[in-house]
C-alpha cells in the first residue's frame, strides 16, 4: 500500500512513500554509483546522510565510512566531497535549509566550498530552489541563515535583486508637495 515515484529514471533513483498510522514514511532508493558501497555514499551531499545499514548478516550493522554519527552527535554539516556541489548545485542551498531546521553549524571548510560553487544554483531549476527556500524561510530565527547566506553572497544568487541594492544606502525622506 506504498507509492513508488520515480525521481531519476536515468540515475535508477526512486523514492517510496508510505503511509500508517497517520505519519508518512519516505525511503529513497538508487542504483550504486561507485565502484563500491564506500565510493557511492562518498558522493552523498554530506555526512550526516552517509550512514548505510548492512542486512548481509543476522544483526544489522550500522556503516559509518564518514564519520555521520560524530557529526549527527556534534550537529556538524559537513561535504565528503567538493565534486557533490557541481553534480548537483541545490546541494549549496540545502546545506542552510538543514542547518535552519536542523540547528547545525556549517563547518568552515563547508562555507568556503559553497561560496566558492555559488554562481552554479543559477543552473538549478526555480521549483527545486523555491522549495529548499521555503524550508530555509520556516524556523522562527531564519533571519540567522539568511545573514549567512548574505555574507556568503549566495542570497545574490538566488534573488539577484539583492547585488543590485547593496551599494544603495537609505537617505533621508524628503516630502514632495504635489
Known sequence: KAKC???DQEQGSFRVILKKDCCLYTYDFS???GKDLKEDISLRD???NTLALSLNEKKPRIIDYYRARTDLKDRRLRIIKERVLADDPLRIVRAFS???NYFLKI???TLL???A???LIRKVCGERLSEELFKIFLPVDSFRTIKLMD???IIDELLPVISKTRSVHQGRFHHLDV
Open 107 to 109: 563547518l568552515p571548510e
Open 5 to 7: 515515484i520515480v525521481l
Open 98 to 100: 538543514l542547518s535552519a
Open 151 to 153: 555574507k556568503l553572497k
Open 31 to 33: 542504483r550504486l554509483r
Open 117 to 119: 560553487h555559488k554562481q
Open 46 to 48: 554530506f555526512s550526516i
Open 113 to 115: 566550498s559553497l561560496a
